[in-house]
C-alpha cells in the first residue's frame, strides 16, 4: 500500500486534507476493488469512480488533480499488467446475494472431475464470449460449502448464477485466468501439453466445451487404464492427478 494525500480549498485561505491508500499488490485488493479492477481489463475507461473504490478518496477529489498527478496514481498499479503475474486463490470467496462459495487456496482438495468441467467452460467463454459458457464455468466452479461436486444438480441452479452482476461473474472469470498461470508455473509439463493442443484446435470452429477439453486426451494418453479402474477417477484431488501426470510424462520422454 502507498499514501495519497490530496489537499483542496475550504475557506478563503485554508486548505483541507484527504488521506487515503492505494494497492500496491493483488493481495492488498478487497473484492470490490479486484472486481474494478477487471472491468478496467475488459476494457472500460478508468474514471474518477474508479480511483476512488481503490484510495478510498471522494472522487470530486481526484478532478483537483493535474495529469501528472493522476498518471502518477496510475502507475501506482501498473502491477496489474505486469508480465507472469499470477493468483493462488479467489478473491471473492462468497459471491453475494448466493450462498455460493470459491474453491480452496491452489485449487486444493478440488476434485479432477470438477476441473475439467470448469476448465472446460472457462476455455469456450474465453473463445465465444458467450455469457451462457461464462455462467457454466461459475456454476462448476463455485460450490455450495460443503457440496461434493455432481454435474446434474449443479446444472439447475444455472438461473440463479446468471442473476449475478456479469461485472462479478467476469472478475471471477479474470481471476481464475491468474491462477492458471500459477498451474502453469507449478506443472509446466503438463500445462505445455494443454496449451499445444489448444493452438492446435485455434482453427477449429467451436464444439461442445467437454469435447474441445484437452485435458480428456492428455489424460488418456498419459494415464490410460494404469491409474484407474473405474470411473470414480473424476473424484481424487486435481494435485494428485496432475502429480501423476507429470511422473508418467517424464516416465514417457525418457522411453522416447
Not at 456454476?139 to 455450495?144: I, K, P, R, V
Not at 509439463?189 to 470452429?205: M, R, Y
Request: aromatic share 14%; charged share 20%; net charge neutral.
Amino acid at each position: 500500500m502507498i499514501d495519497i494525500v490530496i489537499e483542496y480549498p475550504h475557506h478563503l485561505f485554508f486548505k483541507r486534507k484527504e488521506v487515503g491508500t492505494l494497492p500496491t499488490a493483488w493481495a492488498e485488493l478487497t473484492e470490490h476493488q479486484f472486481i474494478a479492477i477487471s472491468r478496467i481489463i475488459h476494457g472500460v475507461k478508468p474514471d474518477y469512480q474508479f480511483f476512488s473504490l481503490l484510495t478510498g478518496i471522494n472522487s470530486k477529489h481526484f478532478g483537483l488533480l493535474t495529469p501528472y498527478e493522476l498518471k502518477v496514481v496510475t502507475d501506482g498499479i501498473d502491477f496489474i499488467r505486469s508480465t507472469g503475474n499470477f493468483l493462488v486463490e479467489f478473491v471473492i470467496k462468497h459471491i453475494k446475494g448466493t450462498k455460493l462459495v470459491s474453491p480452496h487456496k491452489k485449487l486444493e482438495g478440488m476434485p479432477f472431475g470438477q476441473f475439467i468441467f470448469a476448465d472446460a467452460y472457462y476455455h469456450e467463454y474465453m473463445a465465444t464470449k458467450k455469457e451462457d459458457s461464462l455462467n457454466h464455468f461459475i456454476a462448476y466452479l463455485y460450490l455450495l460449502p460443503g457440496e461434493s461436486f455432481n454435474k446434474e444438480s449443479i446444472d439447475t441452479r444455472l438461473g440463479t448464477v446468471a442473476k449475478i452482476h456479469l461485472d462479478t461473474r467476469k472478475a471471477i472469470a479474470y481471476n481464475y485466468s491468474l491462477i492458471l498461470v500459477w498451474l502453469q508455473k507449478a506443472y509446466p509439463l503438463i500445462f505445455q501439453e494443454v496449451s499445444e493442443d489448444a493452438l492446435a484446435k485455434n482453427d477449429q470452429p467451436p464444439a461442445k466445451a467437454l469435447t474441445n477439453s484437452p485435458w480428456i486426451k492428455i489424460f488418456d494418453i498419459l494415464i490410460g487404464d494404469d491409474l484407474f479402474t473405474s470411473d470414480q477417477w473424476g473424484e481424487i484431488p486435481v494435485h494428485t492427478i496432475f502429480r501423476y501426470m507429470t511422473n508418467q510424462y517424464r516416465e514417457n520422454a525418457k522411453q522416447k
